[in-house]
T-cell receptor
């Protein structure tokens, strides 16, 4: 079953602007992960944030986690056309060898 | 490091054909691999967990006899879609975790687009 729900479902911005995507989940987690998927391709792992962490950075990416609200956000700063992709949050399922439950994803379009 | 290769990337075949998809961990050993299915503009849905040397664990609603999974070695899992029909057309993606423990990212293959005519 799907665990996460992202919003917005679609986001269109111009190069140089920041993009913020949100994710909510339902059950307790050990970590939350963000992935990126270019059209017709597999997923690329972006960042993993553990349940005892509140914020994590990686390059132009900033992820926050609020376990009290069961929500996370992904911020991409100074976006580029190459950031155009779908972004998914995912949480681990302990009952199936740590398979992932994915949210519905946010489709990001960055125009030059 | 931690590369997962999936083959083939695209398959078009007639209804009734069986199709095998391979998922390989190229530079690490994976005792567990995962198979997901993705419909257009939708999220990934877990189909099954593939365990090396033992039977796969299927998600509720996934037909075991339709989607045969074999994980014969620590670097290879295969998904065979048997007697495929147009409704089986989809994007199939495999993944594996590098390293042990809960807090590990998964590494994905590039997916296989299956089109059944």
């Amino acid at each position: 079953s799907q665990q996460g729900e992202e919003d917005p479902q679609a986001l269109s911005i111009q190069e140089g602007e920041n993009a913020t995507m949100n994710c909510s989940y339902k059950t307790s987690i050990n970590n939350l992960q963000w992935y990126r998927q270019n059209s017709g391709r597999g997923l690329v792992h972006l960042i993993l944030i553990r349940s005892n962490e509140r914020e994590k950075h990686s390059g132009r990416l900033r992820v926050t986690l609020d376990t009290s609200k069961k929500s996370s956000s992904l911020l991409i700063t100074a976006s580029r056309a190459a950031d155009t992709a779908s972004y998914f949050c995912a949480t681990g399922r302990i009952d199936s060898g740590y398979a992932l439950n994915f949210g519905k994803g946010t489709s990001l379009l960055v125009t030059p | 490091g931690a590369v997962v290769s999936q083959h083939p990337s695209w398959v078009i075949c007639k209804s009734g054909t069986s199709v095998k998809i391979e998922c390989r961990s190229l530079d690490f050993q994976a005792t567990t691999m995962f198979w997901y299915r993705q419909f257009p503009k939708q999220s990934l849905m877990l189909m099954a967990t593939s365990n090396e040397g033992s039977k796969a664990t299927y998600e509720q609603g996934v037909e075991k006899d339709k989607f045969l999974i074999n994980h014969a070695s620590l670097t290879l899992s295969t998904l065979t879609v048997t007697s495929a029909h147009p409704e089986d057309s989809s994007f199939y993606i495999c993944s594996a975790s590098y390293g042990a423990g809960l807090n590990q990212p998964q590494h994905f293959g590039d997916g296989t687009r299956l089109s059944i005519l």
